[in-house]
């Protein structure tokens, strides 16, 4: 869940499977690009390295 967004109208909306199915297609696929995507979201960290350190000290307890 991203938090404090900036109020806005949204313009476009375009629905997707399942979160779980694209988790299951992820790990037998080892798609990368999906597994960086979905932390990105998970994590509502605007680049790849705050949001590993993001997702590493929640791992760790600290987040």
Same mark, same amino acid.
């Given at each position: 869940?991203?938090?404090? !967004?900036? *109020?806005?109208?949204?313009?476009?909306?375009?629905?997707?499977? $399942?979160?779980? %199915?694209?988790?299951?297609?992820? &790990?037998?696929?080892?798609?990368? !690009?999906? *597994?960086?995507?979905?932390?990105?979201?998970?994590?509502?960290? $605007?680049?790849? %390295?705050?949001?590993?350190?993001? &997702?590493?000290?929640?791992?760790?307890?600290?987040?």
């Amino acid at each position: 869940m991203i938090a404090d !967004l900036p *109020a806005g109208e949204e313009i476009a909306r375009r629905p997707s499977r $399942p979160l779980r %199915v694209i988790l299951r297609d992820m &790990m037998e696929y080892s798609n990368n !690009l999906t *597994a960086e995507i979905v932390g990105l979201a998970a994590s509502g960290k $605007p680049d790849l %390295v705050q949001s590993g350190a993001a &997702m590493t000290a929640w791992l760790r307890g600290q987040g």
